[in-house]
């Protein structure tokens, strides 16, 4: 369960971060395409925009654990990630990266206490984003008129495996994040 004194942990540490964000998102992205190479395919070639994204993701969920508001963001971020093909595997190997990240950036800083209070931080974030990717399927389609993508979402009871469109590769065949919680 997460509590106030995790919260507090978690924004102190990473307050203590603040003014390394860019080296701190080199190192989560170094790290994460050496453990997990697969996930490379998922990102942009260019991964400045991508890196700023994660730092201003993290900043506005570490400050919004306490507020219920931030919910449906994390959820609406949930759905597009799944849209992406992001898996509940892929959320784990993340909270594995963030956690050996933190614990370079912060060196003996990073305490058992923070450790802990990371795992159920990052925990609640996973959480919700699966949740958002459960509640509604995203599936990109082939661009078209000017490179528009459009966006279809597909109520639970409805959901089978979709044909998926990456700017990647070929057309795969995925199964919606509710499928594989279920697996």
């Known amino acids: 369960m997460l509590t106030?004194?995790?919260i507090s942990l978690g924004r102190a540490s990473y307050a203590l971060t603040a003014r390394n964000q860019q080296s701190i998102a080199d190192l989560f992205y170094d790290r994460?395409?050496?453990v997990a190479p697969q996930l490379r395919a998922?990102?942009?070639?260019?991964?400045?925009e991508q890196k700023g994204k994660l730092m201003a993701m993290v900043s506005s969920a570490i400050g919004g654990l306490d507020d219920a508001r931030f919910i449906p963001a994390l959820k609406a971020m949930g759905a597009t990630?799944?849209?992406?093909?992001?898996?509940?595997?892929?959320?784990?190997?993340?909270g594995d990266v963030l956690l050996w990240t933190l614990q370079q950036?912060?060196?003996?800083?990073?305490?058992?206490?923070?450790?802990?209070?990371w795992i159920k931080v990052y925990g609640i974030i996973a959480m919700m984003m699966v949740a958002g990717g459960a509640e509604?399927?995203?599936?990109?389609l082939p661009e078209a008129r000017?490179?528009?993508?459009?966006?279809?979402?597909?109520?639970a009871a409805r959901r089978r495996p979709v044909r998926f469109f990456t700017k990647q590769g070929p057309?795969?065949?995925?199964?919606?994040?509710?499928?594989?919680?279920?697996?």
């Open 42 to 48: 998922l990102f942009p070639a260019d991964l400045a």
């Open 146 to 155: 000017g490179g528009e993508g459009v966006a279809v979402s597909v109520p």
């Open 171 to 183: 057309v795969r065949t995925i199964l919606p994040c509710a499928t594989v919680a279920a697996l």
């Open 136 to 140: 509604v399927n995203t599936l990109k």
């Open 4 to 6: 106030d004194h995790d």
């Open 105 to 117: 950036a912060l060196g003996q800083r990073f305490t058992l206490n923070i450790r802990s209070a």
């Open 32 to 34: 994460l395409f050496v």
């Open 81 to 94: 990630h799944a849209g992406y093909g992001v898996t509940m595997e892929h959320y784990a190997i993340a």
